[in-house]
C-alpha cells in the first residue's frame, strides 16, 4: 500500500545543498514529504540544476520581473501554490516573503538560519558570531513571520566555535548540521509532531 506524502516546494537562491538534502531524503520510501516543485529568484543557480537533474519542476521569479515588491509577492505567491504545498522551506532563499505570500501560506513556511535565533540575523550570522566572540553558535529552523529571521523557532542545534574557526570553516560546520537538522524538522513538522502556542512551538 502506498501512503501518500506531505508536498513541499523548496525556494532557493544559491546552491542548493539544503535542497539536496531534502531531494536525497525524499528517496527513502519512508520518508514523509517529498519535494514537488523547486522555486528560485534567478535563473542562473545550482539549486535549479540539482533539480532538473531529479526531474523536479522548477519555477523562476526574479523580482526584476515586476513593477513592485508588491507585484513580485504576489507573483511568487501564486507560482508556489499551484503546486499546492503542505509545507514551503525557504533553503537559501535570499529574499523576504511579503504579506500576500504569508497570507496565503500562514504557518506552513520555515526558513533556515545559520546562528541561534534570536542572536545574529540577517545574512552574515556566522560573520557576525565570531566577531562577536561568542563560544557557541548553531543553526535554527524557524517558521517564518513578518519579520527578519524573527519568527517561532521550531529546531536549533548548538555548535562550538573553534579558536582557528574563520568564516568558512565554522559555516561549513554549521551547514553540515543544519542540513540534517532540516530534513528530521520537515519529516516531524508534516507529521504533526509539533504545534505552536504563540510564539512556542513544541512537540506534541
Known sequence: MTVARSRVVVLVSGGGTNLQ???DASDAHDYPAHVVAV???RPDTGAIERAA??????????????NDRASWDVALADATAIY????????GFMRLVGPAFLERFSGRVINTHP????????THGPRDALAYGVKVTGCTIFIVD???DTGPIVAQVAIPVLDDDDELSLHERIKEHERELLVHTVADLVTDQY???GRKVVRT
Open 115 to 122: 546562528a541561534l535565533s534570536p542572536a545574529f540575523p540577517g
Open 84 to 91: 499546492r504545498p503542505d509545507l514551503v522551506v525557504l533553503a
Open 39 to 41: 522555486g528560485a529568484d
Open 53 to 66: 537533474a531529479a526531474d523536479i519542476p522548477t519555477f523562476i521569479a526574479a523580482p526584476n520581473q515586476y
Open 146 to 148: 513578518s519579520g527578519l
Open 21 to 23: 538534502a531534502l531531494i
Open 195 to 197: 504545534r505552536t502556542e
